[in-house]
DNA sequence: TTGTACGCGTTATCAA
DNA sequence: TTGATAACGCGTACAA
């Protein structure tokens, strides 16, 4: 036994773990051992008796998107504040990096993953669940067997959408970074809400929505230049007078395109982004844009999955935040 | 023995390791098994055994800035590709927070640790030496006992210097984050070297640097757009022609704060940025920037870290990579 | 080529 | 209140 304080191990795992049936003066014989040597426990030897690994791991895109920086900023200071590890996983949009992060799981690296961005189907991410726990953020799960945190992104959508035809907005094209236009009920999955949340809306208008002017795989600044142009491109007649861009980034790109070609925004063209990221508030015409609570979420999910470790928690839990229309200038 | 494909352990070891003295057969049992049994070994055995964890931490103040995103993003790209997980810790300027990253070391939970940002005295971070690696990566290490990789400060300023002053400014004003202008020898400190490289170029120009136009602790666009009202605050004599931004997004503050007050970028004021971060092309007048060659550094970084680690490597190195003046609009 | 036995640091169990 | 001992899964020295 490496603690040669000349005690026995058992009396100095007792202190360690605070248990109790140690005489105070043996506890602080022990004490000064450890301060002395520096010692601390190999959290190694513990996870083989069966203490997990301290390590939560947060599945994002990739973290060079300012929205997911957050999320893991905020997820890293709670779960640091709990004393365990973050381990950070990007997928760059990849099935096969989804797959390595649960592997993840499976050889005991972590006991449990944050999961912000669902790229397999969960049909195979569910035989992950036997190796540890996992917990979607921002992400919905079709089957509720996980907890999840997200936003309500239908009604995010429905106020944004009232807020946009209030104005007087007639033709309203719409920007995803999904790979297709989907509508599945609600719930099931983030961007069939936020679909839903806008065409809806606009149907209780008495209006729909044009299918030449829904854009899918809209992901960068550069996406957004180039819709900008095809939009430029149309007639007066055709043209929409408002965009629901896929986020800041996007819509940003919009913006600059549009300035550079003479468009007023927002009196010829509105604009509305989503996220609010930093870069909402900085670009020429600040933007309207729907606020993901991104801290707050990252704060749930991290807390959650602490609960999950740390208390042993079983049950599954869904909570949903509210997103918040931040009215700028760009629509 | 879990391995229960019939065979011993140390045969099972043997396939695992690929070590020799195995015959075909006995290999392509082995393998069936652990296939079918979706066994893998656990690293918290091997660990007990002396090996390592596996881990790398990656140390920055925040992960919100894009700056540093790019640098993990980078850093974990190349650990992941060569087995290493990359566990991150931000200090946000906190020496708590270095300390807490270089425990990470003493308690074994990482083998070795990415410094890209030093908040302690070197007197701390050596003692920690004893318990794993350490590069410093966009960060100076005065004693040269640990590797390094950075970008030539000096030689970038001095480019930029000198650029502002081919265009024929006067009064160049300067910003940095750093709490204190200090002067130290060439190559010590990431601060002393640029502010070494712009004020040594003014006086090989025969000028000099105005102390009234120095600014510390200079970090976000708010700083910046507080800098500029400051500025603008001055009589058209002691106003400065140009401005040395200490980053991209200060630069980006004082760029929107100068237009709001109608003073014309870069005729009246020259801005210059430092990172080249997506934002400096996205803003109004797009930046003028030293460009730090992000992506290259956190992958040299990380590809020493592995050096040490799995090849042993006892020495250190030093990187220096050249900066690139990016010239767009903004001066 | 193959298998056995030991020890790494920790915790749980049981005996003193 | 204490301490001795077994067990976790792995690698390795050594024996077969």
Redesign the pocket.
């Known amino acids: ?3 040669l304080s000349g ?8 202190v ?2 605070n ?5 105070e ?3 602080q014989r022990v004490q000064e051992a450890m301060d002395a040597l520096g ?4 959290q ?3 996870q ?4 997990g690994s301290g390590n939560v791991a947060v599945v994002v895109p990739t973290i060079t998107n300012n929205f997911f920086a957050h999320l893991v900023d905020s997820i890293e200071r709670t779960c640091s504040k709990y004393a365990y590890r973050t381990l950070i996983i990007q997928t760059y949009g990849e099935r096969a990096g989804e797959e390595e992060a649960l592997n993840l799981l499976r050889m005991q690296h972590a006991d449990g993953a944050i999961l912000c961005a669902i790229e397999n189907q969960w049909e195979l991410i569910r035989k992950f669940t036997q190796y540890g726990r996992l917990v979607a953020c921002n992400e919905y799960n079709e089957d509720h067997e996980i907890s999840m945190i997200c936003g309500r992104q239908y009604e995010g959508f429905q106020k944004a959408t009232e807020y946009l035809l209030g104005k007087g907005h007639q033709r309203i094209a719409y920007c995803t970074g999904a790979k297709a236009l989907v509508l599945q009920p609600k719930g099931l999955n983030i961007d069939s809400d936020r679909y839903r949340g806008f065409i809806e809306t606009l149907s209780k208008a008495g209006k729909s929505a044009d299918p030449d002017q829904m854009f899918t795989r809209i992901h960068t600044m550069e996406d957004g230049k180039r819709v900008m142009k095809k939009i430029l491109n149309l007639s007066l007649q055709e043209r929409p007078d408002a965009v629901i861009a896929g986020s800041d980034e996007v819509a940003a790109g919009m913006v600059i395109e549009g300035l550079a070609n003479g468009i007023r925004i927002p009196e010829d063209i509105a604009i509305l982004g989503v996220d609010d990221q930093p870069l909402a508030s900085c670009i020429q015409i600040p933007l309207t844009t729907i606020r993901q609570p991104i801290a707050q979420e990252g704060e749930y999910a991290a807390k959650e999955m602490i609960r999950q470790l740390r208390d042993g928690a079983e049950d599954t839990i869904r909570k949903e935040l509210d997103l918040e229309l931040v009215i700028r200038q760009s629509a």
């Open positions: 036994m490496a603690k005690l026995s191990v058992s009396t100095v795992s007792r360690i773990n248990k109790p049936h140690v005489s003066a043996k506890r010692y601390s426990p190999l190694a030897a513990r083989m008796r069966g203490s």
